[in-house]
């Protein structure tokens, strides 16, 4: 099946979202797949997150229950 998470991204998800997603510029997250990681540059004021990727130029936005913090 396309797009089914596995056990530990699933679990690591859930526990993430029953966190308070409090992101800050600086912080280090990834998705909740875990397929890209990078660090937050602002918050938008519509609650968007503006981070960029590791290894690209790009800025990418997100919902703050897309990404999970990086440990």
């Known amino acids: 099946m396309a797009g089914v998470l596995d056990r530990e991204s699933l679990s690591s998800g859930i526990t993430a979202l029953a966190e308070l997603a409090d992101f800050k510029p600086g912080d280090r997250v990834r998705t909740l797949k875990g397929s890209l990681r990078g660090t937050v540059k602002k918050i938008l004021p519509d609650g968007r997150i503006a981070w960029k990727p590791d290894r690209s130029s790009s800025e990418l936005l997100a919902l703050p ?7």
């Open 65 to 71: 229950e897309s990404l999970l913090r990086a440990k």
